[in-house]
């Protein structure tokens, strides 16, 4: 077993874009200021990332979610197109059970200029 990354807050995980295999896609719930006060944590808080599943420690931080926890109804679940270049999530948008809307984030993986991020310790 080889961890990908530091303690998070992961809610979901998504690996069904095929033409990315390489990459899971995360949602981050959690409380910035509770995810900032902890720095060996990873830094992502109500966030959607991708995350590479070779070790390297390659992110790519794709969106801010305003996401506030709620209900299991409410959480962002993101899940990318099959080619990778879409990812579909939702949000509350910073009211806790208010209503929750569906946004579509584009991805343009040719201006990827440093993939890797150091999360914790120095550590990926």
Known sequence: MTPLTAY???EHASTR???RSDWAFLSYGGNPEQVSANPGW???AREVIALRIDG???VRRIVQTRNPPSDYWSET???PSP???QVIWSSNWGVPGGPVYD???RLDWAQQENPKELVANGKP
Do not use: C, E, K, M
Request: net charge negative.
């Open 17 to 19: 874009a095929l033409a």
């Open 56 to 58: 390297s420690g390659a």
């Open 103 to 105: 946004f579509v984030a």
């Open 83 to 85: 080619d990778g270049s």
């Open 42 to 44: 990873a830094p992502y």
């Open 8 to 10: 998070g807050q992961a």
């Open 77 to 79: 679940h993101a899940s």
